[in-house]
């Protein structure tokens, strides 16, 4: 009989309690410190329990006309984005996985490369400006991220290796079903975990991505969230000047630029805080995956 | 229900770069080449089967044995569709099958690990290709129940795969086979991850159920017993290559060479160095001391092949084997009790030997260390050649 050592789990639990405080503490001072007012923030610093609750960072954000807009552009991106990318990724990790696939070393060698070396920003805003003319598209925001993740593709072809034994494969093909229906009906419904692991991960990096923003859009209408909220951030003239004079009547003094940059930050991060709870099930077994024999 | 015919089948996995490479800087070195086990290797790559021809007739059981790497699922899984064949020719029904698709050749398979699709329910499961074929759904419906009634599994029809049990799988396995009612059904080592008891109870499922459904099977084993039971004709394989076709008593009477004569049947045939004599048209065998007479219808295959006297591997099985008052001599190591009958392990100058002794005929009990005398009779011995292995009876 195994004995239960109760003072080492107590032990555990409070290490583990306090880890979890410690990486809860900075998003809760973020958060709360935001809704503080600018005046506080200079006197007492950042708190956790703000003297006065004021939202005035928030309507400072919100009364920028683009913000809604902007959020919009990004929801679209993210979700066309992800759903696109993890198709493509997916496409290409099961093809990497078919063993007498002609050319799959040199194939599995491109990709891996992309690991190590990227082209460069002037080659790649070279080429997708002049080849691809995707300068001021919404193609800018979708295009460069969808295949940008080797990674993405070498922990989904681990999957498929390890988790859908070739002998369902084969009994499909015998069974009379085509490649692309052996992928869509077999192959993508067996691998829930790993689509929702990089699925999660491509949703973050399409909501997080400004720079595809920064570089190729200069019309306000495509403008994605995190690229105006940085444009915010660092430049609160900006935020000042285009703000529609008769929703608040302020001016430069009245910008409360420390509570603001918290409360910019809040703003972009929110929703994703909201969806993690969702994946973190299958995003935990996705990530685990492979490391030890199912 | 077809005839299949695989003539002159090959199967040689070619070297992916790098490997050849690699196998040539060693021959350059002068190194020896390490050679695997059950393996041919060549300059083409390695050769997995060879020069393997075989006519199955229509609704024949034909079964595939032999050790691991022996080349039996590779036949398989090319008449499958599911490997490429090297070289030679297949046949379904008279139609050449080399290039033809899995789907196009009319066949099903089950496979050892299930290979269900685990995200549907057993009558997706079964009803799988029959949808993909277009069947009308009454249609489906009536040919999934049948087929769950013939195996017994009515009842788990709308459970996932994981909620039954490995045999209850299998019987799954089985009958999304059957429901295509296809003209050859090809089961690789279907009964391999069932416990023994469970095993007994498929192998006699799957004897009523050929009688049922009717079509050619081809039946992949390792296990002897399978083979024995099921099959109508037995294939020995080794190293690639067919060591013996023939029916299970065929194999067991007469082997064709030493690997078959080792192969089959339970416990091993106890294998003796030997001599055989020829004088005029009768054959003795002389080993231990003893000596021989083969039986008239070996001497006759012995003369026919114009055998003359020369040293012989000598093999004859346990259960042929008698404990006699005379005979070669040899001490008692290990008497396990089976039951019906006891197996004595001996020592015979240095030879291991199991006779089988049947209870009912035993006069007292055998203690380790006991000498015993065996012999053997002239119809049950069978002559090896020492330098090809060969029965010379072939």
Excluded at chain 1, 115 to 123: Q, R
Excluded at chain 1, 147 to 174: D, G, K, V, W
Excluded at chain 2, 191 to 203: F, H, P, V
């Amino acid at each position: 009989m195994v004995r239960k050592d109760t003072g080492f789990q107590v032990f555990c639990h409070v290490i583990l309690a306090i880890m979890a405080v410690l990486v809860l503490f900075p998003l809760a001072l973020l958060i709360l410190s935001s809704m503080s007012s600018e005046s506080d923030i200079i006197k007492y610093g950042y708190s956790l329990i703000p003297k006065n609750f004021d939202f005035t960072a928030y309507k400072f954000i919100f009364s920028e006309g683009s913000v809604f807009h902007s959020y919009l552009v990004t929801i679209f991106v993210t979700l066309v984005g992800t759903v696109a990318s993890v198709l493509v990724t997916t496409m290409l990790a099961y093809t990497l996985t078919i063993n007498d696939l002609p050319g799959r070393r040199i194939l599995s060698f491109l990709v891996l490369f992309t690991m190590l070396f990227s082209g460069g920003l002037v080659p790649s805003y070279m080429m997708w400006t002049t080849i691809f003319h995707i300068k001021n598209t919404i193609w800018a925001l979708l295009i460069p991220n969808l295949l940008c993740s080797a990674f993405h593709i070498m922990i989904t072809r681990s999957y498929f290796q390890n988790n859908i034994p070739p002998a369902i494969l084969e009994s499909a093909r015998i069974d009379g079903m085509s490649e692309f229906g052996i992928f869509f009906k077999i192959v993508l419904p067996l691998s829930v975990p790993i689509i929702a692991t990089i699925g999660f991960m491509k949703a973050l990096m399409y909501w997080n991505d400004w720079t595809n923003s920064l570089y190729y859009i200069t019309d306000k209408n495509l403008v994605g969230i995190q690229a105006l909220l940085n444009n915010m951030l660092t430049n609160v003239q900006y935020l000042a000047q285009s703000m529609d004079a008769s929703s608040v009547a302020t001016d430069m003094a009245t910008v409360p630029s420390l509570s603001m940059r918290l409360a910019i930050a809040v703003v972009g991060m929110l929703p994703m805080i909201i969806l993690y709870p969702f994946f973190q099930k299958y995003y935990m077994k996705g990530l685990t995956v492979g490391a030890v024999k199912g | 229900m077809a005839e299949v015919k695989l003539v002159n089948i090959k199967k040689v996995y070619p070297y992916v770069s790098g490997e050849e490479k690699k196998k040539n800087k060693k021959k350059s070195a002068d190194e020896p080449e390490k050679k695997k086990v059950n393996l041919q290797i060549t300059d083409e790559g390695v050769v997995a089967v060879q020069a393997f021809n075989l006519d199955i007739k229509d609704k024949e059981f034909i079964v595939l044995v032999g050790p691991s790497g022996c080349g039996k699922s590779t036949t398989l899984r090319m008449v499958a569709g599911l490997e490429e064949i090297s070289d030679g020719e297949l046949y379904i029904d008279g139609k050449l099958m080399n290039d033809v698709a899995p789907k196009d050749r009319d066949i099903a398979m089950v496979f050892q690990n299930y290979a269900l699709y685990p995200h549907m329910t057993v009558y997706d499961n079964m009803a799988f290709s029959l949808k993909l074929r277009h069947t009308p759904k009454d249609e489906i419906d009536k040919k999934v129940r049948e087929a769950a009634e013939i195996l017994d599994i009515t009842q788990y029809l709308e459970r996932k795969p994981k909620a039954l049990s490995g045999g209850q799988r299998q019987r799954v396995a089985i009958g999304r086979a059957i429901v295509r009612a296809p003209k050859v059904m090809l089961m690789d080592e279907p009964l391999s991850n069932l416990d023994a008891k469970l095993r007994n109870e498929m192998r006699a499922e799957i004897i009523k159920l050929r009688q049922r459904i009717n079509t050619t099977f081809m039946y992949v084993t390792h296990d002897q017993t399978e083979a024995m039971t099921l099959g109508d004709r037995i294939v020995i394989m080794k190293d690639g290559y067919i060591q013996q076709i023939g029916t299970p008593q065929e194999v067991f009477n007469h082997p064709a060479n030493l690997f078959v004569a080792g192969f089959i049947g339970m416990p091993v045939m106890n294998f003796f160095d030997a001599e055989l004599k020829r004088e005029g048209d009768k054959f003795f065998v002389e080993v231990g001391g003893i000596k021989v007479e083969l039986a008239p219808e070996k001497e006759a295959r012995l003369l026919k092949n114009n055998v003359q006297s020369q040293p012989v591997t000598l093999g004859v099985r346990p259960e042929h084997t008698d404990v006699a008052e005379q005979g070669i001599a040899s001490t008692v190591e290990v008497a396990e009790m089976m039951g019906s009958s006891v197996h004595l392990h001996l020592n015979a100058d240095g030879k291991d030997v199991i006779v089988i002794v049947p209870t009912i005929d035993m006069k007292g009990s055998y203690k380790q260390g006991d000498t015993v005398h065996f012999t053997f009779d002239g119809k049950v011995a069978h002559v090896f050649s020492k330098e090809t292995d060969k029965n010379l009876e072939f």
